[in-house]
């Protein structure tokens, strides 16, 4: 097998202001593996937050593409796995490629190799960041009036009432959305008793991450005092992560670029069915290519937040949909998705 890498820039439609930081773009390396006329193609993305730079994106695929060329196909090279303690967006990277090239040669799609019958869909929240009020409930209106039922909001503001705010208009912008909220980790514990109750007025659904992460413990601990559900995103990053959190907080967010890929995520979805903890599919900002192997997952999810794609000015990959607020999977062999433009190529 030979695999090419591709670094391109993806630049979002606005700046995404969370707690924690302001993004407006970042790069993606796109690993393409062939075998036998076919490629399989996978995305990893850039992350202050993991500590992954495009440097470091480039020499992790770089070294993972080498070492799939001691497998004779694919398949075996899917079953062993890449070698090494990778990172594990590049693990999801070299897995997603090696799901899109099996299905490929199989003429099945990547669902069907996950172990699902139907191609799955879901209804995708829609993110906003911290914005005005006013700018808030302009998007709130379009997404519910483009079809989206479920919005995520970002929260975290200096001044909390500045979030509740945001929630008021949104609210009545959109008052049939569903809303989720997601502070990053920017609340205290005395913080997030006061606020939860009165998001609760407001009808929130649930919220994501409302302490920082690192003290997972004190995280279900407010999970038990919660009148809202909790669910554990930084903190529930490995399988360890999760077993640990399992039956004491009321979702955990899988994503595939921080467990491992769709094979992890699956393990992670057997590990807390029956616990009362259930699944929340999340993404970081990528394209098409980046969302799809998630996808191909979304009837595991009772809430899926697989908007990263439409959060760019410009996707270099179709293939999912989601303009509709739903995403859906393809029926195509493998990932189902086709690219629309090309970066800069170095081969591996």
């Known amino acids: 097998m030979k695999a090419t890498l591709r670094t391109v820039r993806l630049a979002l439609a606005e700046p995404l202001r969370i707690s924690r930081s302001t993004m407006a773009a970042r790069d ?3 690993l393409t593996v062939e075998h036998e006329g076919l490629t399989g193609h996978g995305e990893a993305v850039t992350s202050v937050y993991y500590g992954l730079d495009t440097a470091e994106l480039e ?10 060329g001691r497998f004779g196909d694919p398949e075996s090279a899917l079953r062993e796995g890449p070698a090494g303690d990778r990172p594990p967006a590049v693990t999801a990277a070299v897995e997603a490629a090696l799901l899109d090239l099996c ?5 099945v799609p990547v669902h069907r190799l996950l172990g699902a019958g139907s191609a799955p869909s879901a209804r995708t929240a829609r993110t906003i960041g911290i914005v005005p ?9 379009s997404l519910a009036d483009s079809g989206f039922t479920v919005i995520k909001v970002k929260a975290g503001a200096p001044d909390a009432e500045d979030d509740l705010d945001r929630i008021r208009a949104i609210t009545s912008a959109a008052p ?4 989720l909220l997601d502070p990053n980790g920017a609340w205290t514990t005395g913080q997030a008793l006061q606020l939860l109750p009165r998001y609760a ?5 649930a919220v994501e991450q409302p302490l920082a992460p690192g003290n997972p413990e004190a995280l279900a601990r407010l999970a038990e005092r919660s009148p ?14 999760v077993r640990r959190l399992a039956g004491r907080v009321h979702g955990v967010n899988v994503k595939l670029a921080k467990c491992g890929g769709p094979y992890a995520a699956l393990r992670i979805a057997e590990l807390i069915e029956g ?6 599919l999340g993404c970081l900002t990528a394209s098409t290519l980046g969302l799809a192997p998630a996808v191909h997952l979304a009837d595991r999810a009772r809430w899926a937040d697989l908007d990263g794609h439409l959060l760019l000015a410009d996707d270099p990959w179709s293939g999912i949909g989601g303009a509709d607020g739903v995403v859906r999977a393809s029926d195509l062999p493998g990932l189902g998705v086709r690219e629309r433009r090309v970066g800069r190529e170095d081969a591996a």
């Open 59 to 68: 020499r992790q695929l770089y070294d993972a593409g080498l070492d799939l």
């Open 228 to 241: 809202l559900p909790l669910i554990a995103d930084e903190d529930a990053v490995t399988y360890e992560d």
């Open 28 to 30: 993606a390396v796109w």
């Open 176 to 179: 049939r959305a569903r809303l």
């Open 133 to 141: 009020s006013e700018r808030a409930a302009a998007q709130a209106r």
């Open 275 to 280: 616990s009362g903890t259930e699944l929340m």
């Open 201 to 205: 007025e407001l009808g929130v659904e």
């Open 103 to 107: 299905g490929k040669r199989s003429g």
